[in-house]
Every structure is written in C-alpha cells, then in structure tokens.
C-alpha cells in the first residue's frame, strides 16, 4: 500500500483538528517545493532521523535501444538520491513495525 500526498495531508488533518485542511495543505506542499527547489539547485538535503536527498550526474553515455539493439546517445542527465537515516532503517528492521503494511507477497522462506 501506498501513501499520496493527499492522504498525507489527510492524515496530518486528523492529527491536527485544530488546523484546517487548506493550511496542511499549503506546508505540505511548500515542504515539497523547497526540497525540489534546493535540489534543483544541487544542494543536499537532510531530515534527520529520516534521509538525505542529493543530486548525482550522470555522464553522456552510449547505451542500446533494448527493441532494435541499435546503439542510442543518451545525454548527461541529473538524478535525485534518497540516502535513509539510522532511525529510518532502525524502524523498517524492528520486530514492533506494522506487519499489515508489507506486502503480503512477501514470503519468508519458512513460509515457502
């Protein structure tokens, strides 16, 4: 299962009844413009206990059209990263996370 913006904003609204849906809205979504904007400006980004967002550059490269097999240019480009904090990784590997939330295609192998 997956969480969209709106149920974020859903779920901070019912946190929060004393703010109104329009304000959690506004920092949610100035929250995710000052993150696009730093990275687009190639600064790092940090929230701790959560991860770090950063920039890489990729060369130009010469790659395959995986149809045609013919070779294809393909231009330097920058793409965001996502590096998880200590706390982030602490909680996905703890014995108390949610169980209801992981796929239940996820077998262990003494359930094979």
């Known amino acids: ?21 329009k304000d959690v809205e506004r920092i949610v979504n100035t929250i995710f413009s000052e993150i696009t904007k730093s ?7 940090e929230l701790r206990g959560f991860g770090a967002f950063s920039v890489q550059k990729r060369k130009e490269r010469v790659g395959r059209n995986p149809r045609t097999g013919d070779a294809v ?5 920058y793409i965001p990263r ?5 706390e982030l990784r602490i909680k996905l590997n703890s014995e108390n996370r949610v169980m209801g939330s992981i796929s239940s295609s996820n077998k262990t192998d003494t359930e094979l």
């Open 39 to 45: 990275l687009a400006e190639g600064r790092r980004v």
């Open 1 to 21: 299962m997956s969480l969209i913006k709106s149920q974020l904003i859903q779920n901070i609204t019912n946190q929060n009844p004393h703010l109104y849906i």
């Open 82 to 86: 996502f590096k998880s904090g200590k």
């Open 73 to 77: 240019k393909v231009s330097e480009k």
